[in-house]
């Protein structure tokens, strides 16, 4: 099934050109097969060693040997040629494999390569094209607004049911933000000490409470009025997106301008970090507007050279902007080698942008498609770093409120002390072997620490 596969795709090859999208599908399906066809020559063989041990046990043929011996090396015998044939079949299709794999991938290389470099009008032209069609668009814009917009499917009655259900979202979340003071300021008598992800997570929540519980609850509403069948509005591509955009508000909140008494996760001084939340709402609310420009149905009822206008005027304003962010993230990290992260970064956005109104569209939105993930992968290690830190540092310190609580009580001044102590709290019951593996835990990197102690050279003081 495998051959009969390879020499469909071969033929297709031979006959027709095809797009990116069909030799992307094509790669997976060999490499599929290959994985299959190697499993089998790898199993052929083991079995063909096994079935000439079998035949080496009998023994060199020999005249007037009894017939079941002939019997039994003639049958041994046929089963090592059709082993070989078996192991031969599944060679020969790993190297057909192999060798339809590397054309499809020079094809699919040639065809990437032909549409990043594929080159459309520049900002130049489109800017003497758009000023002749301007009515043209305007007309465009306002028969998209009523035919799409949805503010018409809505009457009085719901506008006032949707402006309460917001109002009354807001007022619930103002009430919880009322507590934020006692919720994230810390216990009397504790160490000061960075703040957890959690207590930072919370605070920023009950900050943002009102406007984020105000955009869900409006999103919630206005999908329940909305019936069913039909492209989605464009009023509730709005609203529903609206949470998103508030909830990345909510973490560069958290991380860079907290409100007193949390401190910010960001280990930056206050200009700086005051400075980088700025910068990064701004590219959050780019990033918002981009959504609604290019991902509905408003970017299908402009005129192509409006469209592509406007993408080039957006891929500006973001881009700036981020060269903006990066450039103050080099300021920042000024004696670190992540320094340079960002000015390189900030060099290829520049790039980037110049293809962009020079006219090579893909070219640009594939450099920035990299850029976004990697800056996302970035974001998300150091999350998870700081997180594996603070899970560390409660084993060895125990600075879980539990303790704490448990410390101020008996009047202990060293919460660094008494670190094996085991936390009883009569509130929290723990699961069986919880406490062992805590325990082991630290005691591992207890003995790691001395390690690294023993093993560092101590400096002599002179006399």
């Keep these: 099934r495998f051959a009969e596969q ?10 027709e050109r095809q797009t990116e999208g069909q030799l992307a599908d094509w790669l997976e399906q060999i490499e599929v097969g290959r994985i299959q066809a190697t499993g089998c020559m790898t199993r052929g063989e083991k079995a063909l060693e096994g079935l000439r041990e079998d035949l080496a046990s009998l023994g060199e043929a020999a005249k007037g040997a009894p017939p079941e011996l002939v019997r039994k090396r003639r049958e041994l015998n046929a089963d090592i040629a059709e082993q070989e044939r078996k192991v031969g079949e599944c060679r020969l299709l790993t190297l057909s494999s192999d060798e339809l794999s590397e054309r499809v991938g020079e094809l699919r290389t040639a065809a990437q390569a032909e549409r990043l470099l594929a080159r459309g009008p520049s900002i130049l032209v489109l800017l003497l094209n758009n000023l002749h069609n301007a009515p043209t668009y305007l007309a465009a814009t306002r028969s998209f607004i009523k035919e799409h917009a949805g503010l018409d499917n809505l009457s009085g009655a719901d506008w006032l049911s949707l402006g309460l259900v917001a109002l009354g979202a807001a007022l619930a979340g103002r009430l919880l ?3 934020r003071v006692s919720l994230a300021a810390p216990s009397a008598g504790a160490p000061a000490a960075a703040p957890g992800v959690g207590v930072s997570l919370l605070a920023a929540t009950l900050h943002y409470a009102p406007r984020l ?12 009025l909305t019936p069913p069948g039909g492209p989605v509005p464009f009023i509730n591509v709005v609203l529903y997106s609206l949470p998103v955009y508030l909830f990345a508000l909510l973490i560069i909140h958290m991380v860079f301008a907290p409100k007193a008494p949390v401190r910010r996760l960001a280990q930056i001084d206050s200009p700086h970090a005051h400075r980088m939340a700025r910068r ?3 590219l959050a609310l780019l990033s918002y507007l981009g959504y609604l420009l290019f991902s509905t149905l408003f970017a299908e009822h402009l005129p192509e050279a409006a469209y592509l206008l406007t993408r080039g005027l957006y891929a500006a304003l973001l881009f700036m902007n981020l060269i903006w962010a990066l450039w103050l993230f080099a300021r920042i990290r000024r004696q670190d080698e992540l320094r340079w992260l960002g000015l390189l970064t900030a060099l290829v956005l520049v790039t980037s942008l110049g293809a962009e109104w020079l006219g090579y569209r893909n070219l640009a939105q594939a450099i920035v498609l990299v ?4 800056l996302l ?3 998300l ?3 998870l770093t700081r997180l594996m830190h603070e899970f560390y540092d409660a084993l060895e310190q125990g600075t879980g409120p539990c303790r704490l609580r448990q410390r101020h009580a008996k009047g202990e001044r060293d919460f660094g002390s008494n670190r094996r102590r085991t936390s009883q709290c009569h509130h929290r019951r723990q699961l069986p072997g919880t406490q062992s593996n805590v325990s082991r835990l630290w005691r591992q990197r207890a003995q790691l620490r001395a390690a690294l102690l023993r093993s560092t050279p101590h400096s002599v003081p002179p006399a």
């Design 177 to 179: 933000r009322s507590r």
């Design 381 to 383: 290690l150091t999350l």
């Design 213 to 224: 519980f105000a955009a869900i609850a409006v999103a919630g509403y206005i999908a329940l």
């Design 280 to 282: 990064l709402r701004v």
């Design 377 to 379: 992968a970035l974001g």
């Design 6 to 15: 390879l020499n469909e795709i071969g033929k297709q090859l031979d006959r």
């Design 371 to 374: 850029i976004a993930g990697s």
